[in-house]
């Protein structure tokens, strides 16, 4: 096994196209025609969000998903294609639908989504993932509990094992439960989990807990090493069993799109684990990577490569120093 590979990461997780309208307004179903500024065509999925910015980052990563064998889907390995990530354990299954999303984004950047149910975000199932690819890199990531409603501990608890058993480290987000999932519904999943990323509504959610603080405690009483809790414009909280600090967001973003703010904060901290950075950096490379996502519309199309990334962490420093 090569050094770069070693050095590599699995990602888990969806994969799909998105639709981007900006901007929408409440008014949009009252009025025979809309004029949006614009629509834009994009990749987008937790998994696949992950896997594009952490590419153009420069790591290897391998991406396991399952998605249909349609038009929709050969747009996605196109993607792929362009941007070096490793298709060889996805599923193109005939018998699927490729999920789209539709993402109606308001002018403060806010937005809602509309998806096909009977897409594959949704039969998205545990027999679609290959336990043999889990292998050979440094880092798996499981890139949304419960953004696809199958992959649960069904899968998530062999996934993590077999990761385990590979001496990887475990990354893992969290998407509002779409069919009333609870904590107990993933406990035992959550005490593989090395690095957590939540925000904070999710957390909430889950935990019960109001206080940041609080929230982390019981995600940490489950067993989880790393807690990363996203706070908004804040930053983040991090928290482990012997410290507990905040890591402040870039304060300078003009910020138009908040679509995949959060996998674009999991690929930066991903990449300084891959880079071998302390606990602190690798939480401000994520707040930086994010902090330039918001500022293009789509959740893949505000980092386009490494040295814009390094350029607005150098003027991050300087700005959380002030």
């Known amino acids: 096994m090569s050094e770069n590979s070693k050095n590599g990461i699995v ?8 639709l981007q309208v900006f901007p929408v307004n409440r008014t949009l179903l009252d009025v025979a025609s809309f004029p949006a500024q614009k629509m834009v065509w994009s990749v987008g999925g937790d998994a ?16 396991i998903s399952c998605f249909g064998d349609d038009m929709i889907g050969s747009m996605i390995l196109e993607h792929c294609e362009k941007n070096g990530i490793d298709t060889s354990h996805i599923k193109l299954d005939k018998d699927k639908i490729t999920g789209i999303n539709i993402g109606l984004i308001g002018e403060d950047g806010e937005r809602t989504f509309i998806n096909n149910r009977s897409g594959s975000i949704w039969t998205f199932e545990p027999e679609d993932v290959d336990l043999d690819a889990v292998k050979d890199a440094k880092i798996l990531c499981f890139a949304s509990i419960f953004n696809n409603p199958q992959l649960d501990e069904r899968l998530m608890i062999p996934l993590f094992e077999k990761a385990k058993s590979q001496g990887m480290i475990i990354c893992a987000d969290i998407v509002g439960a779409k069919k009333g999932e609870t904590l107990e519904d993933i406990r035992k999943a959550l005490s593989y989990v090395d690095y957590f990323f939540p925000n904070y509504d999710e957390a909430k959610e889950i935990t019960g807990q109001d206080d940041p603080e609080a929230i982390a405690d019981v995600l940490l009483s489950l067993g989880v090493k790393n807690v990363l809790l996203k706070i908004g414009k804040k930053g983040c909280l991090v928290k482990n069993a012997e410290e507990s600090f905040v890591v402040p967001g870039y304060p300078h973003s003009n910020c138009i799109d908040t679509t995949g703010a959060g996998d674009n904060f999991a690929a930066g901290f991903i990449s300084g684990l891959l880079e071998g950075k302390s606990l602190k950096e690798c939480a401000q490379m994520a707040n930086c990577v994010a902090s330039i996502a918001v500022e293009e519309v789509g959740a893949t199309d505000g980092v386009k490569n490494r040295a814009q990334v390094e350029k607005r962490f150098e003027a991050y420093l300087k700005a959380v120093q002030e």
């Not at 990602?11 to 998105?18: F, K, L, S, T």
């Not at 896997?51 to 991406?63: E, N």
Request: glycine share 8%; aromatic share 0%.
């Open 48 to 63: 696949i969000n992950e896997a594009t910015i952490i590419t153009r980052m420069g790591h290897p990563v391998k991406l």
């Open 11 to 18: 990602i888990v997780g969806a994969a799909h196209m998105d």
